[in-house]
T-cell receptor, first 109, second 117 residues
Framework: GDSVTQMEGPVTLSEEAFLTINCTYT??????LFWYVQYPGEGLQLLLK?????DKGSNKGFEATYRKETTSFHLEKGSVQVSDSAVYFC????????FGTGTSLTVIP | GAVVSQHPSWVICKSGTSVKIECRSL??????MFWYRQFPKQSLMLMAT?????????EQGVEKDKFLINHASLTLSTLTVTSAHPEDSSFYIC?????????????FGPGTRLTVT
């Protein structure tokens, strides 16, 4: 069945460091791929998405490219800030959403 | 973007009582609404899917008599946790699927934290 495998955390980085959170997926069709962010005590916020192969989603300095050949959708940011500290979820949706386990990111000054 | 609200955002109840959580799509009509449960430091688990005017479809292992879902209109779904117990304490998140500004996608609510004492 459809599933998402996400890099386990927690991840701790210094401010301005480069961030990569790996996400790979298994799907029978052609799903849309998403990254959601969850700040402490809050719900999910859509960070970015891509709906077809080779699409790049980007928002707030984060980006991810839908790679069909490697079934991946890795999240990257060139220079993280303290305010990026949160839990990040990779998800795919061929209709119903399937979420990864989440990766906690802490950025220290 | 489209807004999905949940009420209440936080509720404490005594063991044995029932609690109702509302999920509303504020600026679009939601043909389908989903209810998720999130345990601390874990991912979201889909509990059930509901379409307006029909019975909800529950995921395996979710007790439908304990978690009552009603989707009476295109903008409102409710989740009632009946005879709540401490193990029902969790973060409940709803999402709504619909078309907003020409785009069909799923929008998530901010979540409701339930604590059963």
């Amino acid at each position: 069945g459809d599933s998402v495998t996400q890099m386990e955390g927690p991840v701790t980085l210094s401010e301005e460091a480069f961030l990569t959170i790996n996400c790979t997926y298994t799907a029978t069709g052609y799903p849309s791929l998403f990254w959601y962010v969850q700040y402490p005590g809050e719900g999910l916020q859509l960070l970015l998405k891509a709906t077809k192969a080779d699409d790049k989603g980007s928002n707030k300095g984060f980006e991810a490219t839908y790679r069909k050949e490697t079934t991946s959708f890795h999240l990257e940011k060139g220079s993280v800030q303290v305010s990026d500290s949160a839990v990040y979820f990779c998800a795919l949706a061929p209709g119903q959403f399937y979420f990864g386990t989440g990766t906690s990111l802490t950025v220290i000054p | 973007g489209a807004v999905v609200s949940q009420h209440p955002s936080w509720v404490i109840c005594k063991s044995g009582t029932s609690v109702k959580i509302e999920c509303r799509s504020l600026d679009f009509q939601a043909t389908t609404m989903f209810w998720y449960r999130q345990f601390p430091k874990q991912s979201l688990m889909l509990m059930a899917t509901s379409n307006e005017g029909s019975k909800a479809t529950y995921e395996q292992g979710v007790e439908k008599d304990k978690f009552l879902i009603n989707h009476a209109s295109l903008t409102l779904s409710t989740l009632t946790v009946t005879s709540a117990h401490p193990e029902d304490s969790s973060f409940y998140i709803c999402s709504a699927s619909g078309t907003f500004n020409g785009y069909y996608e799923q929008y998530f609510g901010p979540g409701t934290r339930l604590t059963v004492t």
